[in-house]
């Protein structure tokens, strides 16, 4: 491109990227063919001042060039939001192994216990109260927990749409 096809940067030294939506001014911005031969029907972005006061460093950004800026930012934030998501998966994945050791752990000691006073109760020649409705067979135990599963990843959802919506509204 020629040095007459690039220019959102005006003498001031303020530059605009992406698609502008108003002037340096405050003016609202609108699109305008080019008339010269170099780019002949080429879009651009000015705002009416601009136009009419040729003197004054006004607002001047090619459509082309606009969109693709605005491409590359949002490609830019697609990218971050990608790699946040990888890293908290990875994050929760450990989490939720460790919490999963946890609770193997405390139904491993729990069974020990119950065994402990199944085995007190039946040594004492009391009446049968472990029956198989009172103790907890292998299948009931390892459902015991399913509700506060269920919590957990419920939480563990909301908490992951809340922080992508604060990352994508930042």
């Given at each position: 491109?020629?040095?007459?096809?690039?220019?959102?940067?005006?003498?001031?030294?303020?530059?605009?990227?992406?698609?502008?939506?108003?002037?340096?001014?405050?003016?609202?911005?609108?699109?305008?063919?080019?008339?010269?031969?170099?780019?002949?029907?080429?879009?651009f972005?000015?705002?009416?001042?601009?136009?009419?006061?040729k003197?004054?460093?006004?607002?001047?950004?090619?459509?082309?060039?606009?969109?693709?800026?605005?491409?590359?930012?949002?490609?830019?934030?697609?990218?971050?939001?990608?790699?946040?998501?990888?890293?908290?998966?990875?994050?929760?994945?450990?989490?939720?192994?460790?919490?999963?050791?946890?609770?193997?752990?405390?139904?491993?000691?729990?069974k020990?216990?119950?065994?402990?006073?199944?085995?007190?109760?039946?040594?004492?020649?009391?009446?049968?109260?472990?029956?198989?409705?009172?103790?907890?067979?292998?299948?009931?135990?390892?459902?015991?927990?399913?509700?506060?599963?269920?919590?957990?990843?419920?939480?563990?959802?909301?908490?992951?749409?809340?922080?992508?919506?604060?990352?994508?509204?930042?």
């Amino acid at each position: 491109m020629s040095s007459s096809s690039s220019s959102s940067r005006s003498h001031t030294g303020r530059q605009t990227t992406g698609i502008p939506t108003r002037c340096w001014c405050g003016a609202n911005l609108t699109t305008f063919g080019a008339q010269t031969k170099e780019n002949l029907f080429r879009r651009f972005y000015r705002c009416e001042i601009g136009l009419k006061r040729k003197t004054e460093h006004h607002l001047f950004k090619w459509v082309d060039e606009a969109i693709v800026d605005e491409i590359n930012m949002v490609d830019a934030k697609h990218s971050q939001l990608k790699e946040d998501v990888d890293s908290f998966k990875i994050y929760t994945s450990r989490r939720l192994e460790i919490q999963a050791k946890h609770i193997e752990q405390t139904l491993h000691q729990l069974k020990i216990l119950m065994d402990a006073k199944t085995d007190s109760c039946c040594t004492q020649d009391s009446p049968a109260f472990t029956t198989e409705d009172t103790l907890a067979s292998p299948t009931v135990a390892s459902t015991a927990y399913n509700p506060l599963t269920n919590i957990a990843v419920a939480a563990i959802a909301l908490g992951t749409m809340a922080w992508i919506y604060a990352r994508l509204t930042n």
